[in-house]
């Protein structure tokens, strides 16, 4: 049996191929310390769960309107309002199970081959593996460590052409934690506008921020008719299983994507949908007490990490992830990543597995225990130490 052409330009995301490694090695009796996949540790805040709980007992267990139900479609667009400073009408709003189908389905819905899109490298796995799906072709911007990881506003407008249907943003950026400063969204948001570019912007990690104010490129003048804000529950209410998540675009874009749901879930689950209205609309001290939790993480992982010889890392600005660069180690990303896993049982990721810019880099998740984290600390010292010496 032939599979269909498009599917070899598919890609994945090698997180989920190293954590079944992991396990594998787990079932061997080794103890392995799990930094390699990207959830908070912690347990979805009770008030959001009791929600679920009363939805199910309540009968909230049937179809829904495909883009969502109206309550949650409005309290999406009062929290996007809020939080963006832009008008958000609930007809902008497709609610979906999780927030990676709001990739899957705008780039669909809007590129095809002869088109062009452009998207930070390193970057979330899914954005390369969508544009490729769909024909277009994708055009890395590469974001530099000696810029915090943001990218060289010059370089971008060189990579621009008549061709460029999307631009593709993520701050606080996964894998490198970076963000966007708000000249940087300034001066994309224009070249967007010269252009007629869409932007999909990812916001999932806009909450997990650890100094300034979140800006979105939405509130520049005239992007938010041509922009697509990606967010959802998993991060900022450690609700990655419940599959929820959402787009905020303009009306006739979110009609078309309200019909790739109708083609594909169907909708999004009934009871999860209510849980969601809590989330936004209940008491915010949990999730803002998991960002708390993660700056201590942070400080601790990053001076561990620059203790270690031949490692250098950056203090992330936003979301839980650190980019440490390994090239004084003489390791390759892949290299290193097999060896952390081998010699000290921690499970982390290579920088490659976010673009060929990811080159020299690995990638550690830091939504882990502290204990978790110094004894990872601890054991990829005395693995690179030996390994020097030996
Ligand atoms: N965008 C980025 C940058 C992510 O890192 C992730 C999850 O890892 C997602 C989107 C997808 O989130 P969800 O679990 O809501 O589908």
């Known amino acids: 049996m032939k599979l269909a052409t498009r ?10 191929k190293v954590l ?25 805040p009770s008030n959001i769960v009791e929600a679920a709980i009363k939805a199910l007992r309540e009968g909230q ?18 929290e996007i309002s809020n939080t963006r400073g832009i008008e958000v009408h609930p007809d902008q709003v497709v609610v979906t199970p999780g927030a990676k189908p709001i990739m899957f389905f705008t780039i669909l819905a809007l590129c095809e081959e002869g088109d062009e899109v ?38 971008f407008r060189s990579l621009v052409s008549p061709r460029t249907k999307m631009i593709i943003l993520n701050s606080p950026h996964n894998p490198t934690g970076g963000v966007l400063t708000k000249e940087d969204l300034e001066a994309i948001a224009e070249v967007a506008i010269e252009n007629d570019a869409i932007v999909l912007s990812d916001e999932i990690y806009n909450r997990i921020l650890y100094e300034g ?44 994507v309200a019909t790739l749901m109708v083609n594909s879930n169907s909708c999004t689950a009934a009871f999860t949908q209510w849980a969601g209205i809590e989330a936004l609309r209940g008491p915010q001290d949990e999730p803002r007490k998991m960002v708390e ?22 203090k992330p600005k936003g979301a839980f992830y650190v980019f440490p660069n390994i090239e004084g180690t003489g390791m390759s990303s892949q290299e290193m990543e097999d060896f952390l896993l081998n010699e000290a049982g921690v ?30 600390l601890e054991r990829i010292g005395e693995a690179i130490t030996k390994m020097q010496k030996g």
Not at 119 to 125: A, E, R, S, T, V
């Open 293 to 314: 939790a993660f700056r201590q993480r942070r400080d601790i992982i990053v001076e561990g990490l620059n203790r270690i010889p031949g490692f250098r890392c950056l």
């Open 118 to 155: 452009i998207y930070p490298n390193p970057g979330f796995p899914i954005y390369e593996s969508m544009i490729n799906f769909t024909g277009a072709t994708p055009v890395p911007i590469p974001l530099l460590m000696e810029k915090d990881f943001r990218f060289d506003i010059e370089e």
């Open 20 to 44: 079944l490694k992991a396990r594998a090695l787990e079932a061997q009796g080794r103890e392995i310390i799990h930094l390699e996949i990207g959830e908070p540790d912690f347990d979805t």
């Open 347 to 376: 499970a982390c990721l290579a920088g490659t597995s976010f673009g060929k810019y990811g080159e020299g880099f690995i990638r550690l998740s830091y939504a882990n225990s502290v204990e978790n984290i110094k004894k990872a």
């Open 61 to 78: 267990t049937h179809y829904t309107p495909s883009a969502g139900i109206p309550q949650l479609r409005e309290a999406i667009a009062e």
């Open 7 to 16: 599917m070899s330009r598919l890609g994945t995301e090698t997180a989920f």
């Open 213 to 256: 104010e979140f800006t979105s490129i939405a509130q520049f003048p005239g992007m938010q008719e041509q922009t697509i804000i990606l967010d959802g529950f998993s991060k900022t209410y450690a609700m990655t299983g419940w599959r929820l998540g959402y787009g905020v675009m303009p009306q006739w874009l979110a009609e078309q």
